[in-house]
């Protein structure tokens, strides 16, 4: 199982990667793991990548593929992988394919998480978390007993500002403007398969293992 996870914010990416990850054994690949690893580490990648982000700029495509072709070469990786974060767009893409490649280690599927948008705006817009304990609730699908305030300490419950409606709305926008044309990419190479991200955790798992030829 070699696979790259797509879709939008919210869609619940991470909490299926997981799932695969603790029935499968298979490592996830997150591109802001390896960055915070390399610079922790102090790599030579990771000293160019501090260098970039302690400037406020965006870490370079060639950097962050010079840190996942490391990756690629440690020994739990020859068992598969999945990636999450990365390709953002079809440059990237392209770039991973040649890189991968050159490994001979491509990609066998890429997965699109399928959420409606109106779904994605009230998965994120009605996130609520305590002041206090950092407990999160969702005004829309398990809110606090009590309005505003946490069930487990009492504390207000406040909705931080990454979570405000023109925020999302511009992260959804991105996400359509140049990851989204990452699904006809993957569809062109045949590779590209796509489960519904409503509904319960299981039963899109399930879905998830059926799409992907897992028992």
Do not use: H, W
């Not at 869609?11 to 793991?33: F, M």
């Not at 370079?60 to 990365?86: A, H, N, T």
């Not at 996400?175 to 190479?189: E, N, Q, R, V, W």
């Amino acid at each position: 199982m070699r696979i790259v996870l797509l879709g939008a914010p919210g869609a619940g990416k991470g909490t299926q990667a997981k799932k695969l990850v603790e029935k499968y054994g298979i490592p996830q690949v997150s591109t802001g793991d390896l960055l915070r690893a390399a610079v922790a580490a102090g790599t030579t990648l990771g000293k160019e990548a501090k260098a970039v982000m302690d400037k406020g700029e965006l870490v370079p495509d060639s950097i962050v593929l010079g840190m996942m072709e490391e990756r690629m070469k440690q020994d739990d990786m020859k068992k598969g992988y999945i990636l999450d974060g990365f390709p953002r767009n079809t440059k990237q893409a392209e770039a991973l394919d040649a890189m991968l490649a050159k490994l001979n280690m491509p990609l066998t599927a890429a997965l699109s998480v399928d959420v409606p948008f109106e779904d994605l705006m009230k998965r994120l817009t009605g996130r609520r978390t305590c002041k206090s304990c950092g407990q999160m609730y969702n005004v829309y699908f398990s809110p606090s007993k009590a309005e505003g305030t946490c069930d487990k300490c009492g504390a207000a419950l406040f909705q931080r500002d990454d979570d405000k409606e023109e925020t999302i709305k511009k992260r959804l926008e991105v996400y359509s403007a140049s990851t989204a044309p990452l699904i006809d990419y993957y569809k062109g190479k045949g590779i590209l398969k796509s489960v519904s991200g409503t509904g319960g955790i299981d039963s899109i798992f399930g879905e998830v293992c059926a799409q992907l030829g897992l028992k």
